[in-house]
Antibody
Framework: QVQLQESGPGLVKPSQTLSLTCAVS??????????WSWIRQPAGQALEWIGR???????HYNPSLKSRVTISIDTSKNQFSLKVSSVTAADTAVYYC???????????WGQGTLVTVSS | DIQMTQSPSTLSASVGDRVTITCRAS??????LAWYQQKPGKAPRLLIY???SLESGVPSRFSGSGSGTEFTLTISSLQPDDFATYYC????????FGQGTKVEIQ
């Protein structure tokens, strides 16, 4: 069964860039049947979809975050990444990576990683 | 953007109760709806996809119905392990989650 694991700094300063990586095991990221997504959740709040990428590099982003978000994929390392630029305290959240059938629901999730934006 | 509205926000129930959660979309999403269960400190777990298809390994007391703009998640007989927060998600146009429904012990 596929497993996903997020990693990256737990603390980012305001105005800087948040960078996270999701390592995939138990399956290849190079499949045209799936999209690989990032989702976040501020403490006590709802889930927010950030964006997704296919193995070929096709991306789709949440319009509310599109100007600050970049998702990329590294098939040689079986991982994909998230960058959010110009972060503020509002970007403080648990960030999840997930896999789902092309452009649909999120079937498998990582355990999540907390990122705090603070000076 | 498609908005998803869940009701109620909080639901108090007892073990054995039949529980229904509603999710409404701001425009038609056909049957492109999923339901998730989330417990504190854990990642969400997929329960239902395509409005009514049960994910493998999910107990049969969970069921989903609806199409277009109105959907429901039903738990036929609430179990102790079911006290959690439930989210709907549309995937007709990208992905949007509802604000969640917390099912708590009455």
């Amino acid at each position: 069964q596929v497993q996903l694991q997020e990693s990256g700094p737990g603390l980012v300063k305001p105005s800087q860039t948040l960078s996270l990586t999701c390592a995939v095991s138990g399956g290849s990221i190079s499949s045209d049947n799936y999209y690989w997504s990032w989702i976040r959740q501020p403490a006590g709040q709802a889930l927010e979809w950030i964006g997704r990428i296919s193995f070929s590099g096709s991306t789709h982003y949440n319009p509310s975050l599109k100007s600050r978000v970049t998702i990329s994929i590294d098939t040689s390392k079986n991982q994909f990444s998230l960058k959010v630029s110009s972060v503020t305290a509002a970007d403080t959240a648990v960030y999840y990576c997930a896999r789902g059938p092309s452009g649909t629901y999120h079937q498998y999730w990582g355990q999540g990683t907390l990122v705090t934006v603070s000076s | 953007d498609i908005q998803m509205t869940q009701s109620p926000s909080t639901l108090s129930a007892s073990v054995g109760d039949r529980v229904t959660i509603t999710c409404r979309a701001s425009q038609s999403i056909s049957s492109y709806l999923a339901w998730y269960q989330q417990k504190p400190g854990k990642a969400p777990r997929l329960l239902i996809y395509k409005a009514s298809s049960l994910e493998s390994g999910v107990p049969s007391r969970f069921s989903g119905s609806g199409s277009g703009t109105e959907f429901t998640l039903t738990i036929s007989s609430l179990q102790p392990d079911d006290f959690a927060t439930y989210y709907c998600q549309q995937y007709n146009s990208y992905s949007t989650f509802g604000q969640g429904t917390k099912v708590e012990i009455q």
